[in-house]
């Protein structure tokens, strides 16, 4: 231990050596010389574990150094600043080459020179040492023990500088000595009014020393947009920009709401340094150099890019729960912070804050983005130093043995004993503890080095340039390589504080981050990123205002000082409540304007219905008219049938009289034509045997003889030619074919003139006509001679059959045309016949159409009577069902304010009596009206004075009357607080931790839970590790009893910090004890009480006189509870079946089609019944 260094320390210097307590043997020592420091207690106040004894100090020749004065300091850290500016200019020019600092030496040297400049460097020197003494007359350690400033950070502040690359401009020389000074400073200060001293005392000084002026009121204007590079930004103002908080965005409401707005706001007025965008990078998990990873500026939107693809990296390699974090400045400060940190040697932090602040997740981001080991002590029951001692064996081997960058995660619950501190303490401060690591054990590590990579620890040691005990080498490596992450909750102030002054090497070792609290800039974002847009209404800055004031109004000091954790509750609590009810009241809507729908188009199908009742009508008048019409044509065209046979009997019997007839005449003239045909059938054929050399030759004469002339005069004029001399009578037989003429030619062209003159030529030379006197004189002109006898013959008959031949043709021609007339009435009563038919298939077609449509008019009437009734009898539904609507819109409208408020209940007023939930709850009200939140209605009220918390109950809004019934039939007691808190344990989303000294709220627990495979243990039994961990694997229902202390184990599960590896998603924790909470006596650990949601059953007097009242009336008058609980039972069933029968009204609408329910008698008589019974 620890105390025992002293009294070894002393006997050694009094005796010269010590006792071996092993062999039990004394051992001299000799030329030893022990040298140590310690700070005093005038400067300490008294911080450490054990004090000194005078005995040991008698035996000590004690030095006092204190600190040089402040012109020293200043002319020490100039000269400092100088030779590391340089240092970094020379470096930075070495590495850009000779050619291009050859080509731009005049800008270089010029640049060099502004760098620099000696009164530039001691006035940054002047600014840091009236930085420090202001911090030690302001800040002191009497108060919070991590607020001990001494020139020791003045020099890492200088030497923090050497990760900047300081070649880019004067400006951005400022911006680094200002980063740095608020990394190093404002962010281990307590609390929000100490950074803002802070901000006022950097402005003085920087103002004084540049400007000349400490009037804080002439400080610079900040501006949006800058940069680090530009010349012409004011030195003030860029490091006032880096250094401190933009007073703006503490105090001015609309500049926050500007920057909550408007993201180019954000990207253009927030700056960080960071390794990931240094200039000379290293890739992760690469050795750390000797002042750190470089480091460089980074805007808001480069920043959120690079820590969002992080966040999706870690999330789908490690921890599933990390794509569920939100990214806000705040947030990103803090990763900042730590990468700051943990990215030099030795960088170990102590991240004092409060819970849900968001260390942990930074911390994880940070770590996974470097590719840091990350070790986590385990937390259980027994065994506890065992295992502390084998967790930091396992940690000490990663960074000294296999020399690897590893951080340690250490929470405070897990700090159980005053040795695990010590062993942190001096492992921070030399990298080695007495005793933790026997020398066997070292010599076994070193042997599993060389046996995994090939080169033992010593050679290492060698490569390293180590001179000394390979146990001091482990010890450097491990101070090197190793680095803590210390969470520490500052709500639990007294241990905070104690431990700290008994564990210096906290402070002294560590980089403080405080971390109390988010800037109201960021509260006023996380509602707008925690919550879906959907769920917040128009007026979203005052919706999320409403978050920050309901959270900064929590009823303080009846529960804790409300945590960052209780606002990312609330916010989440009211997302899911919001959704729920919303999603709930939107069905139901929708459900209700299904059934309105449904009924506007049974309206409209009435309508359409009586339309085509009309139409129908119509149409059936229509086919009848036209059925009678087909009847009428049908009777007409029989009628014309019948006369058309008369006629055509009439015509058939006149064409037979005129067929004999007919037949009479020509039998007549065939009579007459025998006799002569024959002889003209005998010329015809000796015309055609004359031969053409006869012809030729009666042409060949020159004076034809008489007979030939008088043949041939009577052949000229038979065929119609006048000219009968010589030279016709030539020309005529020239001819060609006058042998085919003469054959062909027919007897009746010839006149009675022609006949009478060609006979007056037979008869004056008769002779010349004899066939035998014809012969003679020409064989051609005997066929002639006879051809013309003949056709004078025949031409006679002719004349004398003309009046035969004429009335044969009339007879014929009116024969040709009875028959016609015969042949066309015989046609048009056939198509009478057809159109007779077809008149009578559309005499039958528009018949069975009228009757068709008369029974789908009657059947049309018939459900237009039932729809007209069905519609009349669901009026009163539409109207009932109108003003539901009408109501739930009402509803929707004020759902988000009482949201808000349920949710705040459960978030923050479960552990408070009922008299503060009631004025809590007014004075929400009365706030989310100011800011126009509240629904118009109760607005009024508020401005009337008439509305209070009976505005709005828990009960009604977050449960069923049905449900509450069930939970006082289960035993819990009927008064408002435990009804309250009942709700509460229902729907809150962290563990609850219920305080019931009657343990019937426990009782009813049970019951409520029994059909969740419940299990129920001790905290002290044996078996509740084993029951805990059953009940995490397989989802079940654990209720912890008799928890008057949380115990480490349970830490993890409450504060959801878990790998989802045996762990089911069903499994749900409950904290019970009957130990009631006095006063301020929290909950132990304090840091648990962030962690739960503490539901306080303890009886108040109002409570007592309900509970009194309950038990008065049941003994006195039990029947009046019966019929109470009876009456509420009875509403509660009848409202069940009033929205079961509007279910299965709206259900049998949205199945069928509206007029075939109105024919369906079973539907319409199913539809009656609900009716009637609604």
């Known amino acids: 231990m620890a105390y025992a260094l002293p009294r070894r320390v002393t006997g050694i210097l009094t005796y010269q050596g010590y006792y071996d307590s092993t062999s039990l043997e004394f051992i001299s020592i000799e030329g030893i010389q022990f040298v140590g420091s310690f700070t005093p207690s005038t400067t300490s106040i008294g911080l450490g574990r054990y004090s000194l004894s005078k005995r040991f100090t008698s035996a000590l020749r004690l030095t006092v150094i204190n600190y040089p004065d402040k012109d020293q300091l200043v002319n020490i850290y100039a000269c400092l600043l100088q030779a590391i500016i340089v240092y970094k200019l020379q470096a930075n020019n070495q590495s850009i080459g000779s050619k291009q600092l050859n080509h731009d030496n005049g800008m270089k040297h010029s640049t060099y020179k502004t760098i620099v400049n000696p009164a530039r460097i001691h006035n940054m020197s002047t600014i840091m040492i009236q930085i420090l003494s202001e911090l030690q007359h302001n800040f002191r350690a009497d108060e919070y023990a991590h607020c001990v400033f001494t020139p020791h950070l003045l020099t890492q502040w200088v030497t923090g500088l050497l990760r900047y690359d300081l070649n880019i401009s004067v400006n951005y020389i400022w911006a680094v000595f200002g980063y740095e000074a608020k990394r190093l400073f404002r962010d281990c200060l307590p609390g929000e009014n100490a950074r803002h001293q802070f901000d006022v005392l950097f402005n003085k000084i920087l103002c004084s020393c540049l400007n000349g002026t400490d009037n804080v009121d002439d400080l610079p204007k900040r501006k949006n947009k800058w940069e680090l590079s530009n010349e012409k930004c004011d030195e003030v103002q860029i490091t006032l920009k880096m250094a401190t908080e933009d007073f703006e965005l503490v105090e001015n409401e609309e500049r926050i709401n500007q920057f909550v707005n408007d993201d180019d706001l954000l990207k253009n007025a927030m700056c960080w340094f960071i390794t990931w965008s240094g200039k000379h990078q290293l890739s992760p998990g690469s050795p750390i150099p000797l002042h750190g990873r470089p480091l460089g500026s980074i805007t808001y939107t480069q920043m959120k890019e690079t820590v969002l693809k992080g966040l999706k990296q870690l999330a789908r390699e490690k921890s599933p729960q990390a794509e569920n974090l939100v990214l806000f400045p705040d947030f990103i400060d803090y990763i900042c912070r730590i990468d700051r940190v943990l990215s030099r040697p030795s960088g170990s932090l102590l991240l004092a804050g409060r819970s849900g602040i968001g260390r942990r997740s930074a911390l994880n981001i940070v770590a996974h983005i470097h590719q840091l080991n990350v070790f986590r002590l385990h937390t259980g029951r027994d ?14 081997q990663a960074a000294g043995i296999e020399n690897q960058p590893t951080l340690l995660i250490i929470e405070d619950y897990q700090l159980t004993s005053d040795y695990f501190l010590e062993i942190i303490n001096s492992l921070l401060a030399c990298g080695e503890a007495s005793g933790l690591i026997s020398a066997d054990e070292l010599e076994t590590l070193m042997s599993s080095v060389a ?14 340039g180590h001179r000394g005990p390979l146990t001091a080498f482990f010890a450097e490596r491990i101070h090197k390589n190793l680095h803590f992450a210390i969470i520490l909750d500052i709500d639990d102030y007294e241990l905070f504080n104690n431990w700290l002054q008994s564990n210096p090497s906290f402070y002294k070792y560590c980089s403080v981050q405080w971390m109390d609290c988010w800037s109201k800039f960021s509260l006023l974002q996380i509602p707008k990123l925690l919550i879906p847009k959907s769920c917040i209404p128009n007026n979203a800055n005052s919706f999320t205002q409403a978050f920050v004031n309901i959270h900064n109004s929590a009823p303080y000091p009846h529960m804790m000082m409300p945590t960052p954790r209780h606002f990312i509750s609330l916010c989440n609590n009211y997302a899911r409540v919001e959704q729920n009810h919303r999603q709930k009241l939107q069905s139901e809507v929708k459900r209700l304007k299904s059934g309105l729908i449904k009924l506007k188009e049974a309206r409209e199908r009435v309508t359409q219905l009586k339309q085509h009742a009309v139409e129908q009508g119509e149409l059936l008048v229509e086919k009848q008219t036209e059925a009678d019409k087909a009847l009428e044509q049908i009777s007409a065209a029989i009628q014309g049938a019948a006369d058309q046979r008369s006629e055509m009997e009439k015509l058939q ?7 004999t007839r007919l037949e009479r005449r020509k039998f007549e003239i065939d009579a007459e034509l025998n006799e002569i045909e024959p002889l003209v059938h005998q010329a015809r054929s000796a015309v055609g045997n004359i031969k053409s050399e006869a012809l030729s030759e ?22 119609g030619i006048r000219d009968t001399s010589w030279v016709s009578m030539r020309g005529f037989l020239a001819k060609r074919g006058v042998q085919e003429e003469i054959l062909n030619f027919d007897a009746r062209k010839i006149t009675p003139d022609l006949r009478l003159s060609v006979e007056e030529l037979l008869a004056k030379n008769q002779e010349s006509f004899e066939p035998r006197v014809a012969k003679r004189a020409s064989v051609a002109a005997a066929p002639l001679a006879t051809w013309v006898r003949a056709n004078v013959q025949y031409a006679k008959v002719l004349e004398r059959i003309a009046p035969l031949e004429v009335e044969h043709a009339k007879l014929k021609q009116s024969l040709i045309q009875a028959e016609n007339s015969l042949t066309s009435l015989t046609k048009g009563l056939s198509n009478v016949d057809s159109n007779v038919a077809n008149l009578r ?25 039932s729809a007209e009734t069905l519609v009349g009898e669901l009026e009163s539904e539409h109207t009932r069902w109108e003003n539901q609507i009408n109501e739930i819109n009402i509803q929707l409208a004020s759902l988000p304010p009482f949201a808000l408020i349920a949710s705040a209940f459960i978030t923050y007023l479960s552990p408070c009596p009922e008299d503060v939930r009631r004025q809590q709850i007014t004075n929400w009200i009365k706030d989310l009206t100011n800011l126009g939140i509240m629904p118009t209605s109760l607005s009024s009220e508020v401005n009337n004075d008439r509305t209070s918390s009976q505005d709005f109950d828990l009960r009604r809004f977050l449960s069923t009357e049905h449900e509450q019934l069930l939970w006082y039939s289960q035993g819990l007691s009927s008064d408002q607080l435990s009804g309250e808190n009942a709700v509460t344990i229902v729907h809150t989303t962290m563990c609850p931790f219920i305080i019931d000294p009657s343990s019937r709220a426990l009782n009813w627990l049970k019951v409520y839970l029994k059909d969740q495979r419940l299990e129920i243990v001790n905290q002290q039994s044996p078996n509740f590790i084993t029951t805990l961990e059953l009940a995490v694997r397989f989802g079940k229902c654990l209720i912890v009893q008799e928890v008057d202390e949380i115990e480490p184990i349970l830490m993890p599960l409450l504060s959801k910090d878990l790998i989802l590896q045996d762990y089911h998603q069903d499994f749900r924790l409950f904290l019970c004890t009957r130990k009631p909470l006095q006063g301020i006596d929290y909950i132990q650990p304090i840091s648990a009480n962030a962690l739960v949601t503490i539901i306080n059953f303890i009886s108040t007097r109002t409570g007592l006189i309900e509970q009194l009242l309950e038990v008065t009336l049941q003994n006195e008058c039990p029947q009046l509870e019966n019929q109470r609980q009876q009456l509420i039972h009875n509403e509660e069933k009848m409202k069940m079946e009033l929205a079961k029968l509007e279910n299965d009204l709206l259900e049998v609408i949205n199945l069928f089609y509206f007029p075939s329910i109105c024919i369906n008698f079973s539907f319409m008589n199913c539809f009656h019944e609900i009716l009637l019974e609604s």
């Open 653 to 659: 019997s006149r064409t037979t009289d005129e067929s």
């Open 841 to 865: 298939t559309v005499f039958e077609k528009r018949t069975s159409e009228a009757a068709n449509l008369k029974m789908e008019l009657d059947k049309t009437r018939e459900t237009l009577l």
């Open 451 to 464: 046996s995994k990579s090939g080169v033992n620890f010593k050679e290492q040691a060698a490569e390293a």
């Open 698 to 719: 009666i042409r060949a004469l020159r004076a034809p003889p008489d007979i030939i002339r008088d043949i041939l005069e009577g052949v000229l004029l038979l065929m």
């Open 383 to 396: 065994n506890q130093m065992r295992q502390f001692i084998t967790d930091i064996k396992t940690v000490c």
